[in-house]
């Protein structure tokens, strides 16, 4: 396929997909009943209804002693959880993953990996007590125990979600996805345990106020960079195992044992009593540790999302491009497709110019471009499927609404003014976060 001028790679310049890791196209049989058919699916199944008994247990002791304290702490991180979830499940635009699989992920994460690692991470702390020194187990046994365990457990989720819909995972932006959705259930159920165990420390009997430190420090300071992004990591190792086909087998094993190697290490250094700061002694100090261990994974794993978001774009935008018909997408509007800001922008100018409709026309014809390139990528030697003739045909269909109102291009004028507000809006709320956290946590 030959790029073209205007598009992704144009002016006789490969696209990034056709130079780097290659997408594998979801096949049209892959429907979720299949996975019915196998042998892992009900293992899964099995394993999580376990977790689910052991969770349910577990929550209802602490309902039973503290009623209000669990209460709120099951209600807050429910809350937290949910941008967490929906910010993740869009990462992917143009090919979305089917919600049963990212609640399974999410669902291994809060249910299975949970209740086995807390008993592992006792067993190894025991060991390092008994090997090394009871002082060494205290100092040093979360920072050992903590990574070895759960993030062989939360890995093993994203090997299940392999096992069960392997036709799903077609980029390594996948194996991101279903990483972080492990990682975010985990963190989640992991909350509001150390919630309730706040409470209970606190020795003042049903009392929020521990719950509500906790959800500041665990879910605002520390949850930002926590066990979302490690297992983001070891997912994209997971993923490129499966989709780096033009590699050998060695290389992929390797990348896939380096991005485990590193959520270990993120998770090890997280943990650490390396630069470690009690709460409460000094709020700006914590703050600080917290960057300081937070925010290079999370540079990290938001360069590889970066990364992968862009190659996938290139290859899906590409076929849309192959058509050259620009009823169908012109080259600006494969531009604005490849880019979350862009399109949000050419959604507010179409606002702009001609209300809620053209918005609205705009927001329907870049889905209608997104799932006839997915459909597109799928019959790449015909072009032709039901599929594809449907959602073509909604293509032109919004084509038109959007010419009706004299607004015929879901474009914009201005690249950057999106994207500044939205960083501007992100870089004010952090502020706002951090002067609050500092305050709070200095008293």
Known sequence: MTATAGCPGGHGVPPRSARTAPVHPTPAWAVARKSLLLPAFWLVALLMAVGAVRTVVLIRHAIAEFPVATTAALALFAVYAVPFWLFVAALDYLEREPPLLLATAFGWGGLVA???SAPGSIAIQNMLAKAYSPG???AWGSAIAGPTVEEVAKTLGIVAIVLIARA???SVLDGVIYGSLVGLGFQVVEDVVYAVSAVAAAGRGDDVG???GTFFVRGFLAGLWSHTLFSALAGAGVASVLVRTDRTVRFRIGV?????LGAWACHFVWNSPLLAVEVGDNGYLLIAVLLAKGIPPMLAILLLVRTARHREADYYTQQLAALDDPDIATPAELRVLSMGHLRANARRYAYARVGVLGRRAVRRLQRAQARLALELSRTQATHESAAVSHWRDEVLLQRGRLRALGHPEATTLDDR?????????ILTVTLLILAAACAALSF
């Open 256 to 260: 896939a044992v380096a991005c485990f």
């Open 114 to 116: 949970t209740t086995v």
């Open 210 to 212: 521990p719950v509500v």
């Open 136 to 138: 060494f187990a205290a």
């Open 168 to 170: 799903q995972i077609n």
């Open 417 to 425: 003014r999106g994207s500044m507000r939205r960083r501007m809006l």
